[in-house]
């Protein structure tokens, strides 16, 4: 398709065809053409001297931001606060707000039911016999694992005695601060 395409913009088949066999000069008088060409003259010196008058705008403008220490950052950053605050006006993003702000409202909603399900739901299953159960389990694994790793002391101190007796000799020793 390429080569079709390229065929038709090569120079060899673009040939000039003429659409009005009269020119368009030959129907002019002579007087008609130089009223043209003067008018011609005329809108270009015009456009030369608008082109000179806003360069000269141009300047002044760059000139009293200078002075007033607008910079590109600074003009670019108030650029994008009007385009902000114009699209912030537009219809279409007080409906996106309006509907994100519902749906955040639901969405909460949600959350906060399921949250209270979840919740109820641990209640209960604190409160169970299955749960009560499991619960006497450890503990009696816990007590049954304390007394065969730690031995009883001579002295027969409880648990946390003998750990705090450990605790106050390695102070003593120097092992602690």
């Given amino acids: 398709m390429e080569k079709a395409s390229e065929g038709l913009l090569d120079p060899d088949n673009l040939h000039e065809v003429s659409v ?3 020119s368009p000069q030959d129907a002019m008088t002579e007087a008609e053409q130089e009223e043209l ?23 002044h403008i760059a000139e009293i ?4 220490g607008v910079g590109p ?28 702000s519902q749906a955040g409202q639901k969405t909460t909603a ?19 016999p299955t749960f009560k159960s499991f619960e006497e389990r450890v503990e009696n ?8 790793v730690v031995a009883p ?14 605790a106050n000799a390695s102070r003593e020793s120097g092992g602690g601060n």
Avoid: C, H
């Fill in 65 to 68: 931001k200078r002075k007033l």
């Fill in 110 to 128: 949600a959350l906060g039911t399921v949250s209270s399900a979840i919740s109820r739901k641990l209640g209960d299953m604190k409160n169970s």
């Fill in 37 to 59: 060409r003067e008018e011609l003259n005329k809108l270009e010196e015009e456009v030369a001297t608008l082109r000179q008058v806003l360069g000269a705008k141009e300047l």
């Fill in 73 to 100: 950052i600074g003009e670019l950053r108030q650029n994008l606060t009007k385009g902000w605050q114009d699209m912030q006006s537009t219809n279409a993003y007080k409906k996106t707000q309006e509907t994100l």
């Fill in 141 to 148: 694994t816990v007590y049954n694992l304390k007394s065969k």
């Fill in 153 to 166: 002391s001579p002295t027969g101190g409880t648990f946390e005695e003998v750990l705090n007796s450990t």
């Fill in 20 to 22: 009005d066999p009269v």
